[in-house]
């Protein structure tokens, strides 16, 4: 309820302002927004962030964008001459101007971006805005995917047919044990760092794998200083240790993985039937049956081995000669070639390359095993690497061995009210699927998904290939500011026939659009979220978030944005005719749940679901549900990656721009250049609100007393940052958590904060602090594309 005293109101709701979604209470008084407080009863309010608290100084910032603008002057001219334009007239030449690109470029020229729900707002309009793309006819969304979702959700699964650990979250309530792999709850995700130390509370024990000393690392029993981006051999080498050891699900393996299929030693393939018979399938694979001494056909349709009613209990070690119809071919089970995999990153081997001593490889494997059930969770430390596939799938290979996915306490998909699915997947014709940027040279990357790199789109831009790239739709982000290569970027966006993009702030990028329109901040806009997804309990609320305040100025939500849009490109037939409404009364019928019901509860409503655990093995029809793969099982070995080309085994890629890989690199760079987010600020955001800027008034880079002393460096010096790349500038942060030849920066500074006198940061300049400026899109992950942000080589100097 609201409730009111006088002209106090406190508003229930949530902070949609990072992916925690912190259950929220707005404090308005005399209609003004001026506090954001924890609501303890909401099932992700048990705290909130600095970021959260200073809510009403982003509200009232007066740098919001106000008014729909249009550019009036060239761009590339220091002034763009923006002038104020109405709604109407704004809708309407965008509609124009869309449609006559899509006519005559076809309306894969049209590319859409978000800024990404983790950081901002967009979790309340993503679905209406990859619906409008779909119905408009483009495949193409660049939403930092490759380097911010592609391991959590898209990745993994590879190997389990589901986003592992994106959507089958670590069940921290009941974990024995807890593994952070370049995750930092503490400074990303609130909600999970309070469940943390409740966890630690009752006893769970806690592995954190990442190079510096922070956040949850400090509370940690182990913590492993990984070199960074060589997480795969520490994955691969942890996993050694507990085969040697037999520290390991041997049943799961045997029952819920390909481990037992035959692979051939000679070509690296599955054996299928039809290697051993011309006329079986080429969809069934082979198995060695110990019980019978004998192969077994294995059938993916049935997820059976041998024929009904026979125990043929697969081997998952071994070597068998089969007679095939080319001969005989000597085979062993894949769990036995991942055994053998894993040997070649020995306790010594993985020390040379990652920099963790052999005891705590030994601590880590008995720690995941004696302490199960383990829930982990891997996030930016391993996806912004060029090597971030294998490592997703290498960590994914070592937590199949713990057995504990979908079992309680370990990584879980908790039940949501249901749902209807409104993305519009049926809108986007295969064929338009695949004219996805990206699909001919990465075709299992997240272009598969309809997921766009920056690079992609720069590259159709400026040498219109594999076509041309002519307009831009823009909800938020920061494309030059948060991705590599600003400069190309800048010079892209240039030459783009129209841009339109929606913010709170004119941004570097925001910049070079002919069209800006003000978006609302999530305090004065409805939205509807289903599901809070940490637990059980926070992923069975759905909750109607109320409008705090009114919108300032003519700012409209971006989901208003979207239903207008779509109606103005005729498109309203696919969008309740503009009925915002109607669209979430049809997305929440199969819940049970009325809109009015929420209405009535601004707290939230907590649907009847239940969460179900181990749902692999639930029978349909006598047959296991078993897993979304080709092969039903969990794939250690991934048919689908071989047929691309790619190790089907997990494989340790050392980093592209490393100290071992570019030793030519290395002379001029030789520190290995990490980063990470900002406790106060997301990404490019923030720097503008002044409460949070006066705790951090500038740019950090971390490095250890010992690299700062060799270089004359004292801490809080200014230093330039340099690469191949080019060079930016910040402060020198001692941290003797580090390896001496790891440094740790920040990216997203630009914006001042004029109120306390902050300066702003011009993002091309090498004396500005625009980290993503010297970092190159030249070397990248071949599965993804991903930007090796946090494993790229630097010099540190003094700036004066
Ligand atoms: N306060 C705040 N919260 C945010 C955001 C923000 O900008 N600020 N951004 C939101 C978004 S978009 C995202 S994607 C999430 C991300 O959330 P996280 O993934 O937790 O983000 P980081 O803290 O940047 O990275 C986690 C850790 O990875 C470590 N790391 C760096 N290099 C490596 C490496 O090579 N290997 C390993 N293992 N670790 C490495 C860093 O030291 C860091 O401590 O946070 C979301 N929440
Ligand atoms: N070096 C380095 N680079 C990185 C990262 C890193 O850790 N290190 N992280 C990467 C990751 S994980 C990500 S997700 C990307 C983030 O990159 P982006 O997704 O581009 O996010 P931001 O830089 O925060 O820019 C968000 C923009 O959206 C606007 N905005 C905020 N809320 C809303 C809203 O509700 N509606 C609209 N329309 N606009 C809004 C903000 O004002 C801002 O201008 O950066 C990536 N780049
Ligand atoms: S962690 Fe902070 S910014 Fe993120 S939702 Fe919670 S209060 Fe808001
Ligand atoms: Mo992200």
Not at 41 to 55: D, E, V, W
Not at 355 to 371: C, F, H, I, K, N
Not at 537 to 551: F, G, I, K, T, Y
Request: glycine share 8%; hydrophobic share 40%; with cysteine.
């Amino acid at each position: 309820m609201v409730a009111r005293t006088d002209s106090v109101q406190r508003i229930p709701g949530y902070c949609a302002m990072c992916v925690s979604r912190c259950g929220s209470i707005a404090v308005v008084e005399d209609g003004r927004f001026v506090a954001l407080e924890p609501d303890p009863s909401h099932p992700t309010g048990k705290a909130l962030c600095a970021k959260g608290r200073a809510a009403p100084e982003l509200v009232y910032h007066p740098d919001r964008l106000l008014y729909p603008l249009k550019r009036t002057r060239p761009k590339g001219d220091p002034n763009p001459g923006w002038e104020r334009i109405s709604w109407d007239e704004a809708l309407d030449l965008i509609a124009e101007r869309l449609r006559a690109i899509a006519q005559e470029y076809g309306p894969e020229s049209v590319v859409f971006s978000a800024a990404s729900p983790s950081t901002s707002a967009l979790d309340d309009s993503l679905v209406w805005i990859q619906r409008l793309m779909r119905a408009f006819g483009s495949p193409n969304l660049c939403m930092a995917m490759e380097l911010c979702g592609w391991g959590r959700f898209l990745a993994t699964q590879y190997t389990f047919g589901a986003p592992v650990p994106g959507a089958y979250l670590p069940d921290l309530e009941h974990a024995g044990c807890i593994l952070f792999w370049g995750y930092n709850p503490n400074v990303a995700r609130l909600t999970h760092a309070v469940a943390t130390t409740a966890a630690l509370k009752r006893g769970a024990r806690l592995i954190v794998v990442d190079p510096r000393r922070a956040g949850p690392a400090n509370k940690a029993d182990i913590w492993l200083r990984v070199r960074p981006g060589t997480d795969a051999a520490l994955a691969l080498g942890i996993a050694h240790v507990m085969i040697e050891r037999g520290w390991y699900d041997r049943d799961f393996i045997r029952d819920w993985t390909n481990g037992p299929l035959l692979a051939r030693t000679d070509n690296g393939r599955l054996l299928t039937q039809r290697d051993l018979d011309a006329q079986g399938s080429a969809d069934r694979y082979v198995a060695w049956s110990e019980a019978m001494g004998r192969p077994v056909i294995y059938d993916p349709a049935t997820g059976a081995y041998g024929a009904d009613g026979e125990q043929p209990e697969p081997a998952l070690t071994g070597a068998f000669t089969l007679e095939t119809v080319q001969g005989g071919v000597e085979c062993r089970p894949v769990f036995d070639l991942m055994a053998g995999h894993c040997r070649r990153y020995p306790p010594e081997r993985v020390e040379e390359i990652c920099g963790v001593a052999p005891d705590q490889l030994e601590a880590t494997a008995r720690m995941l095993w004696e302490s199960r059930p383990v829930a982990y969770y891997a996030w930016s430390g391993v996806e912004m690497q060029t090597g971030s596939t294998q490592i997703a799938r290498a960590i994914a290979q070592l937590y199949t061995l713990t057995g504990s996915l979908d079992a309680p306490g370990g990584n879980v998909l908790f039940a949501a009210p249901p749902s209807a699915d409104v993305v519009g997947g049926a809108l986007l014709a295969p064929a338009q699927r695949a004219h996805a940027l990206g699909v001919a040279e990465r075709p299992l990357g997240p272009s598969r998904w309809q997921y766009v790199t920056t690079d992609e789109v720069y590259r159709a831009i400026l040498e219109r290939r594999p076509y041309p790239v002519r307009g831009l739709v823009g909800f938020g982000s920061n494309l030059l500011v948060a991705r590599a290569d600003g400069r190309r970027g800048r010079e892209a966006l240039s030459a783009l026939d129209f841009y339109v993009h929606a913010d709170l702030f004119m941004n570097p990028t925001a910049e070079l659009a002919d069209i800006v329109l003000p978006v609302t901040t999530a305090f004065e806009s409805e939205a509807l979220k289903i599901g809070f997804e940490v637990s059980a309990e926070a992923q069975s609320l759905a909750q109607l978030r109320s409008r705090v305040v009114e919108p300032r100025g003519e700012a409209h939500s971006d989901t208003e944005i979207v239903f207008d849009l779509a109606c103005r490109l005729g498109l309203g037939a696919h969008f309740w005719d503009g009925d915002i409404e109607a669209a979430y009364r049809y997305r929440l019928q199969p819940s049970g749940v009325s809109l009015e019901a929420l209405r009535e509860r601004p707290g939230g409503v907590r649907a009847t679901v239940q969460t179900r655990y181990r749902k692999f093995a639930e029978r349909q029809d006598g047959i296991p549900r078993g897993f979304s793969t080709p092969t039903r099982k969990i794939e250690l070995y991934s048919q689908t990656m071989a047929q691309h080309g790619y190790p089907p085994l997990p494989e340790y890629e050392e980093p592209l721009v490393s100290p071992a890989s570019r030793p030519d690199l290395a002379e001029r760079f030789p520190l290995i250049l990490t980063c990470a987010k900002h406790a106060l600020y997301c990404e490019s955001q923030h720097r503008g609100l002044p409460s949070l800027r006066r705790l951090a008034p500038d740019p950090e880079v971390e490095l250890h007393p010992s690299a700062a002393d060799a270089r004359g460096i004292g801490p809080g010096d200014w230093v330039y940052i340099e690469t191949p790349g080019g060079s930016v500038r910040a402060r020198a942060k001692l941290n003797d958590t580090l390896e001496p030849d790891v440094v740790c920066g920040q990216h997203g500074w630009w914006q001042a904060s004029t109120a306390i006198g902050a300066p702003g940061y011009d993002p091309f300049s090498p004396d500005g602090a625009n980290f993503n400026l010297i970092i190159g899109n030249e070397a990248i992950d071949p599965v993804s594309g991903s930007v090796p942000h946090r494993a790229y080589l630097c010099q540190i100097r003094r700036a004066d």
